[in-house]
Structures are given as structure tokens and as C-alpha cells.
């Protein structure tokens, strides 16, 4: 299973419906907390060039935030991405 990286804060509805939603599946994933850490807040807005949260990546693939996420889910096309062999 690829990595994911989900940028998010405590406070934000969305990210907690996205990482429910990943835990639900038996994900693991990294958890970026960017309203604690100015670095990673600029890391994530050079990579991703939004400053909202959740900013989700499933390996090098930017999925966007929660909306798209569940997207992906209700369309059948989560469960690939998450299980693609890396290229290379």
C-alpha cells in the first residue's frame, strides 16, 4: 500500500471526516498537524499551491481534500490508488 500524507489541524470538520474515512478502510497515514508548525504549513501550500486543509497525498499523487477523497471512495477508485505499485 502507497504512503499517505494528510495535512490538516485539530479543528477542521473536514480533516476528521478524512482521516475517519482512511481509518475506516485500515489505512495508516502520516498526520501533519500545519496549525502547529509554520514549516510545514509553507511545505504543504509550496507543494500543493492551497492553503486549505485537509491537503491529502496518496503516494506522490496530490488527491486534493476531503470532498475529493470521498469522490474517489463513492466512485470505486479510492481502493486502486491506494494499492497502485509505485512506478520506477
Do not use: N
Request: aromatic share 6%.
Amino acid at each position: 500500500m502507497k504512503k499517505v500524507l494528510v495535512y490538516s489541524t485539530r479543528v477542521c470538520p473536514f480533516c476528521v471526516m478524512a482521516k475517519r474515512l482512511l481509518s475506516s478502510k485500515g489505512v495508516s497515514y502520516e498526520d501533519v498537524a500545519v496549525d502547529s508548525d509554520e514549516a510545514r504549513r509553507a511545505e504543504m501550500m509550496q507543494r500543493t499551491g492551497r492553503r486549505t486543509v485537509p491537503q491529502i497525498f496518496i503516494g506522490e499523487t496530490h488527491v486534493g481534500g476531503f470532498q475529493e477523497l470521498s469522490a474517489l471512495e463513492h466512485q470505486g477508485q479510492l481502493d486502486p490508488l491506494l494499492s497502485e505499485k509505485p512506478s520506477g
